[in-house]
């Protein structure tokens, strides 16, 4: 069984479309993150949720919305795509926050063109 | 800002060499991570090591850290060829967020 999944793995689409990359998680973990991976693979948490609860906000253009409908889903919703926006983005779980070791999804790569 | 930064940024040794790569940080930490990524995957966590902690093992894996001089390193011992990856160290800063290096990129030819 995959611990955490994401859909899809690919999106190619144009700038000013709306995207949405769903996350889910199968371990029973309380928080989930999104990360931005870019082309130089450096890593960088956007959003982090606890219990369905926005815990961190990263400074992310507010074209980033992230949603809990519960504790194992949190997809990311992108208005009016950029081509900055280009990257690949993870999904992850943990239990109990900073102090434990997270999940990472396989990563759903974004291309905009 | 970027807090971890790993060193070198690229590694090749061959089947059976040890690999060390460091990772350097700015600010004092509650505990530093390093995870493993497979070209096109996720990244995998490979160990934890706590503030108060100087040395962890698992398996071929050699964690150290020097909370004085602000760094770890993490030693890869006998290597092979499945261990060719890119190799992050993550810092957790004051509870907020984890904090992710620019990573090693670590060959190992056969």
């Known amino acids: 069984d995959t611990a955490v999944s994401q859909t899809p793995k690919y999106l190619v689409t144009q700038m000013g479309n709306d995207k949405s990359i769903k996350c889910e998680q199968n371990l029973g973990h309380d928080t989930m993150y999104w990360y931005k991976q870019d082309s130089k693979k450096f890593l960088k948490i956007m959003f982090s949720y606890n219990n369905k609860e926005l815990i961190i906000n990263e400074t992310v253009p507010n074209r980033f919305s992230p949603k809990s409908p519960d504790k194992a889903h949190l997809n990311l919703h992108i208005n009016s795509l950029e081509l900055g926006d280009s990257a690949v983005y993870f999904c992850?779980?943990?239990?109990?926050?900073?102090?434990?070791?997270?999940?990472f999804g396989p990563g759903t790569r974004l291309t905009v063109t | 800002s970027q807090q971890g930064e790993e060193d070198p940024q690229a590694l090749s040794i061959q089947e059976g060499e040890n690999a060390t790569m460091n990772c350097s940080y700015k600010t004092s930490i509650n505990n530093l991570q390093w995870y493993r990524q497979n070209s096109g995957r996720g990244l995998v966590h490979l160990i934890l090591?706590?503030?108060?902690?100087r040395e962890k093992h698992s398996g071929r894996l050699r964690v150290t850290l020097d909370t004085s001089k602000k760094s770890s390193s993490l030693l890869i011992t006998a290597s092979r060829a499945a261990d060719t990856a890119s190799y992050f160290c993550a810092t957790d800063v004051a509870g907020t967020a984890l904090i992710f290096g620019k990573g090693t990129t670590l060959s190992v030819s056969s």
């Open positions: 090591i706590r503030s108060n902690e």
């Open positions: 992850a779980s943990s239990q109990g926050g900073l102090s434990y070791e997270q999940y």
